[in-house]
């Protein structure tokens, strides 16, 4: 379980979601009936499919809490346990009771069998870049062999998000650490299905 710093508590219903269940299956009637913590792999479908496929969201409003935590579902993945690297990004959102302020962040969780490469830089193919904080990098072995984990927090501007959902591109980000790359995209109707459920104010 990570120990998440204060200020973060939007993290722990993400991190909840990016764990390493089955991918989801990609028919229209598969992809309405996903659950919360399905996967979606986008590199299974069309451009377009990928794009223009339903997203929901998730909102954990507890009384007395400091924050009201939004999820987009399903959350995106490429690669698998048997074809690595594997990396999953969920995207959410988390709303401060006391002034409303809110901060869109993404969880990246890369799994690679040789070594940690180190990833501490994100930025788009335009060259944007985004503030990127590592919350854990873990050594996970059993009996066939060990993955190498890398779980980093992104963090996006209201900005950035009104600006890739109008553009209709979503976020490509590619995440950089040492001579290693991978990289993370969020379709745009992630974006837009977080902004109309967490608009900025």
Known sequence: MIELPRGLAGVALL??????????GTTPDA????AP??????RT?????????????????FPGSPAILYTVSPRMQTGSPTTLPMVVTSLGAERQRADGAIAYRALVVISNARRHAGFVRAATRQGVSFPVQVMSRDTQCGAAGCLFVETLMLTFTADAMRQAAEAGTGLRLRLEGGAA??????PPGHIRALLDAAPPR
């Open 15 to 24: 991190a909840g979601l990016a764990g390493c269940a089955a991918p989801a």
């Open 31 to 34: 992809i309405r009936t996903l």
């Open 37 to 42: 913590d399905a996967t979606l792999d986008a």
């Open 45 to 61: 479908l069309g451009r377009g499919a990928a794009a223009a496929r339903p997203a929901s969201v998730q909102v954990q409003d």
């Open 181 to 186: 790359y991978v990289e993370a995209n969020i």
